[in-house]
Nanobody, 123 residues
Framework: QVQLVESGGGSVQVGGSLRLSCAAS????????MAWFRQAPGKEREGVAA???????RYADSVKGRFTISQDNAKNTLNLQMNSLTPEDTAMYYC?????????????????WGQGTQVTVSS
């Protein structure tokens, strides 16, 4: 059984940084790509960053140059380093895994999800 558990969320001021982690159990990276999504109140869930098993990455335009996705195969964790945070980054962030469509940001393509971790950026 695949389980994904996010951590690292919290409150930070504008311009600050946070590092999110997702501990994956029962999952191997060969099963497909992994990604971070976020959802703000009243908005649809959107893809933030995705990484394939070969290390290829994709970022949403809104986070390019500020966020970095990485995976630690030895520790079975997925990370998201978030720098230069703005209030627009405030959302619940979710780890997702298992997509078989290369680096897609379509949530329906990910069968496995974590419970989410809240990120709040205040000015």
């Amino acid at each position: 059984q695949v389980q994904l558990v996010e951590s690292g969320g919290g409150s930070v001021q504008v311009g600050g940084s946070l590092r999110l982690s997702c501990a994956a159990s029962g999952y191997t990276y060969a099963r497909g790509c992994m990604a971070w999504f976020r959802q703000a109140p009243g908005k649809e869930r959107e893809g933030v960053a995705a990484i394939a098993s070969d290390g290829d990455t994709r970022y949403a335009d809104s986070v390019k140059g500020r966020f970095t996705i990485s995976q630690d195969n030895a520790k079975n964790t997925l990370n998201l380093q978030m720098n230069s945070l703005t209030p627009e980054d405030t959302a619940m962030y979710y780890c997702a895994a298992g997509c078989l469509v290369f680096l897609t940001f379509n949530p329906s393509r990910y069968p496995y999800w974590g419970q989410g971790t809240q990120v709040t950026v205040s000015s």
